[in-house]
């Protein structure tokens, strides 16, 4: 009989005994710790390597999505001549600096057979767009040039096609802004951080309208408003003289004190009236409606001033359509912190906006990070809809991609491959977050 000393426990075997059961000791790593999104990425990483290393056109697809190269750009062709002569004058202005050029020779199937020898030119910063005699010998020192359009000319075989490229692989900076222009991931990449930024601010200032009162006492301060409205319509008169008749005098009047009157009811009201239509048309109407009907409304109404074609409608788009969703998000992150919260607050003799900024979104923010994130999640696959005003983001690009290759099961594989693995790394920063914010104790 062993002999235990007073109020010492025995060991726990359960660690063991189930190391046992899954047949290994308890040094190796437990595969029922692993979360489920690890063994989706793993499976998805094996798959997609395993497509990318063996399938040249996953390879070409993906290359064509990412809209690469980012170091070098291509900055027109010339046809070389049937005496083996080629001149090329580059149309789009050249930045002051040192560029690298060369030319790479195509023959009739697009194949790239040669290229020529560099030519590096250094652009001064008072250059003019000026024509220039063609420059036909390369150097690999900077040659200076007074112009930012130069020529360049030489000989390559007759009947066949030069591009000229512009190599800025030395050039961390134009490599940086080349990809945030980018086509295809980058494109959607800022689209989708632009769009999320506005849908915050539209979100957290809808959601706080929501907030407040749906019936306020207007008669409190009625006489003040409306002594108010008196001057914003003395401040019209003066502003609009077509105003001045009679009839458009008692109606800007009646207006503008009815809107004065009921102003302590319009937060809540058109907080819901937004949240509630919008939420209710689906996002491919919203981005619809956004480039095919205001945009070109705003443009023949400006006079052309504003125009709102392309990337502008779609960050609009996006960000009016999922600032109704984040204003119920911030509603609902808001009204769970508890009321005592607020009357404490006021009770220090706080306003309403000092207690809903010092006291109240600290602790809402902190409850409404993780459906923030989904819903940052959720915007990046919704922006995917913005390739019906022709956008080139990476469905856009994929379908690009299809429709000069004919090869729709890879095309479109490439697509839900890279919009699945930024959807996964953004659950693993979103769950990290969670973690981070977590009060102690839950």
């Known amino acids: 009989m062993t002999d235990n000393k007073l109020g010492a426990q025995p060991p726990d075997p359960s660690s063991d005994a189930a190391a046992r059961h899954r047949g290994r000791m308890g040094l190796a790593i437990s595969w029922e710790t692993i979360p489920w999104w690890a063994i989706i990425i793993l499976i998805v990483g094996i798959i997609v390597s395993y497509s990318v290393l063996t399938n040249t056109r996953y390879l070409d697809a993906i290359y064509f999505i990412f809209d690469l190269p980012w170091n070098r750009q291509a900055l027109g062709k010339a046809q070389v001549g049937d005496d083996g002569a080629w001149s090329f004058t580059i149309k789009s202005a050249l930045s002051p600096g040192t560029h690298t050029l060369y030319g790479q020779f195509l023959d009739e199937d697009e194949e790239v057979i040669g ?43 007759a009947g066949t096609t030069v591009v000229i490229i512009d190599d800025f692989s030395d050039q961390p900076l134009r490599i940086a802004r080349r990809m945030w222009v980018a086509k295809g991931i980058f494109l959607t990449i800022r689209v989708t951080l632009i769009a999320f930024a506005g849908a915050l601010v539209m979100g957290l200032l809808f959601g706080i309208m929501r907030v407040s009162s749906k019936s306020p006492d207007l008669s409190i301060n009625a006489w003040k408003r409306l002594l108010f409205g008196l001057a914003i319509v003395a401040l019209i008169w003066l502003v609009v003289p077509e105003w001045r008749n009679l009839t458009s005098m008692i109606w800007t009047v009646i207006i503008t004190e009815v809107i004065m009157f009921l102003l302590p009811a319009m937060p809540y009201t058109i907080s819901t009236l937004y949240v509630e239509i919008v939420r209710g048309v689906p996002m491919l109407v919203i981005i619809l409606y956004m480039g095919f009907a205001i945009t070109p409304m705003l443009r023949v109404a400006t ?26 998000v911030f509603r609902a992150g808001i009204q769970s912190i508890p009321k005592g919260q607020t009357e404490a607050a006021r009770s220090l003799g706080m306003s309403y906006f000092q207690s809903m900024r010092h006291v109240i979104l600290p602790q809402a923010i902190r409850v409404v990070l993780p459906p923030l994130g989904n819903d940052f999640i959720a915007m990046l696959k919704d922006s995917a809809l913005i390739s019906v005003i022709a956008l080139p983001e990476v469905l856009q690009q994929g379908r690009l991609w299809i429709s000069r290759n004919f090869r729709a099961f890879e095309g479109f594989n490439s697509v839900a491959m890279l919009y699945l693995v930024m959807t996964l790394l953004l659950s693993l920063l979103v769950r990290f977050i969670e973690r981070k914010s977590r009060l102690p104790g839950h």
Do not use: M
Not at 304 to 323: C, E, H, S, T
């Open 115 to 157: 290229q020529t020898d560099i030519y590096r030119l250094k652009i001064p910063r008072t250059a003019p767009e000026a024509e220039t005699e063609p420059i036909t010998t390369p150097s690999e020192t900077s040659l200076e040039v007074n112009t930012t359009t130069p020529t360049l000319g030489g000989t390559g075989q």
């Open 303 to 328: 006079g052309g001033a504003l125009d709102l074609r392309g990337l502008p409608a779609a960050i609009i788009g996006l960000a009016f359509g999922y600032g109704a969703y984040l204003a119920e």
